[in-house]
C-alpha cells in the first residue's frame, strides 16, 4: 500500500508541476549553445501556466489542447516510461499514438473491440477488457510491443507506431508528433530535436561505410578522414549540416544529458582551449564510429573513457545553401 500511495504522490507532483509549468520550461536554454527544442517561443501557449498546445505547423493537431484528463493520462505513459529506463523518444511515440487513437482518453468504445487509450482490441491479444481499459497496463503492453521493434528508436515516429499498433492509417500519427514531443518535453524537463529516423539511418549507414578508411587531418572524405570531417559528411549524406570543426559542432546541437544519448547523437572529448578536441558519432551499446588520430583508421569504439565531455544532438538544419566551411580538427 505504501509503494501504491508512493506512486500516486510522484504522478500528482508530476501533473500539477505540469499545469503550473511557466512557458520557460518549455523554451528551456542550455549550454553550449542554448537548447534548441522542437518547441520555439511562437509555438508555446501564450498564457504563463496554461494548458498545452500544439504548434502552428501541426495541422488539424494545432487546434487542440490537452485539458486535464488528458495531461494526466499523458504523465501516466511518460511516468511509465521513465520507470521502465525507456529513452524519451518512446514517450513520444506513446504519446502521439494515444493523441490518435483516442485523443488521450480512456474510452470504452472503439472500432470493432477495440478499447482505451491505445485502442487496444482483447482478440488480438492485448490482454481482458478490463486489462486493456488499465491504463497503466495498456502503456506497459504498449512499451512491451514497442521494444521488440528492430531499431525501433531510429525510425520514423510513424513506423514505430505502426510496427505496434498496425493501423489502417499509419500516417495519422505523425500529425501528433510536434504535440507529443511538447508534452514529454514538459514532463520531463528535457528538449529533445525532431530529426527523422530515416535520416539518422542514413548517417549511421554512411558512417559505417567508411570504417577502415585513413585518418589524415583535415580530410573530408572521400578516401581520407579526420574526426569531425567524418561526423559532418556523416550528417551531409543525410541533407543535414553541420559545422566542420569539432568544437563547432559542440555548440551547433543542443545537449543531451548523459544515459539518455540516441544513435546518431554526437559524442564528444578532450576539452581544448576553444572547445572540444575530438569527436565521435554514437551507434548504441556505448559504441561510437570515430577517427581517432593519424596512427588509425575509422573504426568503432566505446565512448565512456575519461575524457568524454558531452553529447550534443544535431539540429536538422537542410544542406542547401549552407555549404560546410571552416578549418579542420586541431590536432
Same mark, same amino acid.
Given at each position: 500500500m505504501k509503494a501504491i500511495a508512493a506512486g500516486a504522490a510522484l504522478l500528482l507532483l508530476i501533473i500539477c508541476a505540469f499545469i503550473a509549468a511557466p512557458t520557460s520550461i518549455l523554451t528551456g536554454s542550455g549550454t553550449p549553445g542554448g537548447l534548441a527544442c522542437a518547441i520555439t517561443p511562437a509555438t508555446t501557449s501564450s498564457t504563463t501556466g496554461g494548458p498545452v498546445a500544439a504548434g502552428p505547423s501541426t495541422g488539424v493537431a494545432s487546434t487542440l489542447t490537452l %485539458?486535464?484528463?488528458q495531461q494526466a493520462n499523458a504523465a501516466l505513459i511518460i511516468q511509465v516510461a521513465m520507470e521502465r529506463g525507456l529513452p524519451a523518444r518512446a514517450g513520444v511515440i506513446a504519446v502521439a499514438t494515444a493523441l490518435q487513437e483516442s485523443q488521450l482518453r480512456n474510452v470504452h468504445y472503439g472500432h470493432l473491440?477495440? @478499447?482505451?487509450?491505445? &485502442?487496444?482490441?482483447?482478440?488480438q491479444g492485448?490482454?481482458?477488457?478490463? &486489462?486493456?481499459? %488499465?491504463?497503466?497496463?495498456?502503456?506497459?503492453?504498449f512499451y512491451q510491443r514497442?521494444?521488440?521493434v528492430r531499431r525501433w528508436e531510429r525510425l520514423a515516429l510513424t513506423k514505430a507506431a505502426q510496427a505496434v499498433q498496425r493501423s489502417g492509417h499509419p500516417d495519422a500519427y505523425a500529425r501528433w508528433e510536434a504535440l507529443a514531443q511538447r508534452t514529454v518535453d514538459a514532463f520531463s524537463g528535457t528538449c529533445v530535436p525532431l530529426i527523422p529516423g530515416e535520416r539518422i539511418a542514413a548517417v549511421l549507414a554512411y558512417a559505417h561505410a567508411? @570504417?577502415?578508411?585513413? /585518418?589524415v587531418w583535415g580530410?573530408?572524405? $572521400?578516401?581520407?578522414? %579526420?574526426?569531425?570531417?567524418?561526423?559532418?559528411?556523416? /550528417?551531409?549524406?543525410?541533407?543535414?549540416?553541420?559545422?566542420?570543426?569539432?568544437? %563547432?559542432?559542440?555548440?551547433?546541437?543542443?545537449?543531451? $544529458?548523459a544515459g539518455q544519448e540516441q544513435p546518431g547523437d554526437l559524442v564528444f572529448f578532450r576539452?581544448?582551449?576553444?572547445?572540444?578536441?575530438?569527436?565521435?558519432?554514437?551507434?548504441g551499446d556505448g559504441q561510437m564510429i570515430h577517427a581517432p588520430n593519424r596512427h588509425t583508421v575509422v573504426q568503432i569504439g566505446p565512448y565512456r573513457r575519461g575524457n568524454l565531455i558531452s553529447f550534443t544532438r544535431p539540429i536538422a538544419h537542410p544542406t542547401a545553401g549552407q555549404p560546410a566551411t571552416g578549418r579542420p580538427d586541431p590536432r
Open positions: %485539458d486535464v484528463e473491440d477495440s @478499447l482505451g487509450l491505445f &485502442q487496444q482490441r482483447p482478440s492485448w490482454g481482458t477488457s478490463e &486489462q486493456v481499459l %488499465d491504463p497503466r497496463h495498456a502503456t506497459i503492453t514497442l521494444v521488440k567508411q @570504417l577502415g578508411k585513413r /585518418y580530410a573530408e572524405g $572521400p578516401d581520407a578522414f %579526420d574526426c569531425s570531417g567524418l561526423t559532418m559528411r556523416a /550528417y551531409q549524406a543525410a541533407a543535414i549540416s553541420i559545422p566542420r570543426v569539432a568544437a %563547432d559542432q559542440w555548440r551547433h546541437g543542443p545537449p543531451i $544529458p576539452m581544448e582551449a576553444d572547445g572540444p578536441g575530438h569527436v565521435g558519432l554514437v551507434i
